[in-house]
């Protein structure tokens, strides 16, 4: 018997191995939703490496570009508690367009102040960590809005285009920022960001309203409570399991701090070797959502995510006893691929398992747990890697990932009896 259990299918096609578009074909709504939301994406992705530029170009100071990361991670975690509590207050539709307007016109503001010459350090901080509000806000709204558009038989699929969005933005943003950046200066970096969120900006106007079920139109609802919605997931064990395996992985298994150290140690490499090591997970995770058509047919979703986290902690503990940077390369793709397998289950149990009127809390938990578990992890890796050796900590770590994702499964058998057709929390 298949550990998957999948439905009957006729001769294999082309569908059943790309990814599935019929979310974006079903619904007009969602594919505005998904386009302005891929387009954006990739605005903001060229805007981050502006940023980091241009304070790299004002201090000459690595240490003030790493904190670029800290002034969008803090208000990103603190208010994404808060963003999913609004979310099941109000409109997630106003909240989506109003939070997507902030974001664009802090980007039309970026713009303008690069045009007027206005450089100052402490300006793009406290843009950057506007944004991350702005973000955290707009984030918990639309995931909330997928199960209202979709069908829950298309969550997975839509899941899965959602990962072509965030990976391809990450990937082509940088690139594209880098080469207006070089060629035409920030502002002009800035302003094609601020332009691209006219795509989402139509799109979230576009939509009909989003109130949670079960608050009237004209009657003022009840303030949503973080706590109540962390309340809820304590008693919720398979939605725990979602958020204890991811956290298996992204912080006992995540060697990014230790690349740079791995590519002139184990291979004899330079920059350009630690581009090569930042980009093999990302390349994996995109080719995982574009060849993602089969995994619609998959009914078991906690089985599947154990399976891909132990898959991502074992691929990693291969390449930390790899000493060729080609068959690295290939095991880093392979455990991007699995990230991305366990990240479609995982936002696909979020959004069917949990009743509409929490689902924006849960989805604020979420954008905690993935903000923060890899630079938890980047701690852990690189104090392993000073005080045993980076072999040590690539290898411990991904092999630890197995053990404790192995003994979550014994602790909540029920997690891997889990079946899409009848969703529990």
């Given at each position: 018997m298949s550990p998957l259990p999948v439905e009957p299918q006729g001769p294999v096609t082309k569908r059943r191995i790309l990814a599935d578009l019929t979310?974006?074909?079903?619904?007009?709504?969602?594919r505005r939703l998904w386009v302005g939301n891929t387009i954006s994406w990739t605005g903001q992705a060229m805007t981050a490496l502006a940023v980091s530029l241009q304070v790299y170009d004002i201090t000459h100071s690595s240490f003030s570009v790493g904190l670029v990361g800290l002034f969008s991670l803090v208000p990103l975690v603190v208010f994404g508690l808060y963003g999913g509590a609004i979310a099941d207050t109000v409109d997630r539709r106003k909240l989506g367009l109003y939070s997507s307007i902030g974001s664009c016109g802090l980007s039309v503001a970026l713009a303008v102040v690069a045009f007027a010459g206005f450089h100052h350090v402490w300006f793009l901080y406290s843009v950057v960590a506007l944004q991350a509000v702005?973000?955290?806000l707009n984030s918990p709204a639309r995931s909330s809005m997928i199960p209202r558009l979709l069908p829950p038989e298309q969550l997975p699929a839509a899941n899965a285009l959602s990962s072509i969005t965030t990976t391809g933005g990450t990937m082509l943003g940088p690139m594209l920022g880098g080469l207006v950046v070089g060629l035409w200066g920030y502002q002009a970096a800035y302003t094609v960001d601020a332009v691209a969120f006219s795509a989402a900006l139509y799109a979230m106007w576009r939509l009909p309203a989003m109130r949670p079920e079960g608050a009237e139109e004209g009657v003022r609802r009840k303030r949503a409570s973080v706590l109540e919605g962390l309340r809820f997931l304590a008693t919720r064990p398979n939605l725990r399991m979602t958020f204890f395996t991811d956290m298996c992985a992204m912080v006992l298994a995540h060697p990014r701090a230790l690349f740079p150290a791995v590519a002139v140690v184990w291979f004899g490499g330079d920059a350009k070797s630690v581009g090569l090591l930042v980009a093999a997970p990302a390349v994996g995770a995109l080719l995982g959502s574009v060849f993602s058509g089969w995994?619609?047919?998959?009914r078991r979703h906690g089985l599947a995510i154990l399976l891909a986290v132990a898959g991502w902690?074992?691929?990693i503990a291969v390449f930390g006893l790899?000493?060729?940077l080609w068959l690295g390369l290939f095991f880093l793709a392979l455990a991007g691929c699995a990230d991305?397998?366990?990240?479609?289950?995982?936002?696909?149990?979020?959004?069917?398992a949990v009743p509409d009127e929490m689902r924006g809390r849960l989805q604020g938990v979420f954008i905690v747990v993935v903000a923060g578990g890899p630079r938890l992890g980047d701690f852990v890796a690189g104090s392993v890697g000073d005080l045993a050796s980076p072999g040590w900590a690539v290898v411990g770590g991904g092999v630890a990932c197995v053990v404790a994702v192995g003994l979550l499964a014994l602790k909540w058998r029920r997690?891997?009896?889990?079946?899409?057709?009848?969703p529990e929390a």
């Open positions: 979310p974006l074909r079903t619904s007009v709504d969602y702005c973000g955290a995994l619609g047919r998959i902690g074992t691929a790899t000493r060729n991305t397998i366990s990240m479609v289950f995982r936002s696909t149990m979020l959004q069917a997690f891997a009896r889990y079946d899409a057709r009848a």
